[in-house]
């Protein structure tokens, strides 16, 4: 049986030493800051992300406005956000949170305040409607319905989330 033995000179072994201690030291230096850069990434959504709007007693078959905050977080930067949503109960007792955000060109949209569309959503800057369900009305800029809010009913008050599209579809 053959020893096969290398030896390692002294410059090797302090070659070894120092590369190990100076990578260990970097990656003690670089982990800190990796986890600090992508650290908004890692963060599951938070449950937080609903925000609580108003007590469902509250809420009538008749569209209402009701005004909210939301906490928004870009990146490292967080500030709180004023928004709105229009809710009402629709025929099955379903609650709708729609978007007063108006599919056209953004304007804010209101409920009934066109005396010749006294049940739909008008908006004024160049006079869209929309349906009570958010679906637009041909004929009219809005090429799509209004968004409608994610929402959920917990402990007696509805949350809301992030706009999505609207079911309805588009006229
Ligand atoms: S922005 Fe609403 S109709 Fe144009």
Known sequence: MSENKQ???????????LTGVGGFMAAGMLMPMVRFAIDPLLQPEAEHDM??????DKITKEPQKFDFKINQVDGWYESEVSNSAWVYKNDNGDIIALSPVCKHLGCAVSWAEDPGNPNRFFCPCHYGLYE???KNVP?????????????????GYLYLGKTKPNPVGGA
């Open 7 to 17: 030896r390692v000179s002294r410059r090797q072994f302090l070659n070894y030493t």
């Open 51 to 56: 925000v609580q709007v108003v007590s469902v």
């Open 132 to 134: 009570k369900d958010g």
């Open 139 to 155: 004929g009219t800029p809005p090429m799509g319905p209004l968004d409608v809010f994610d929402s959920q009913v917990k402990d």
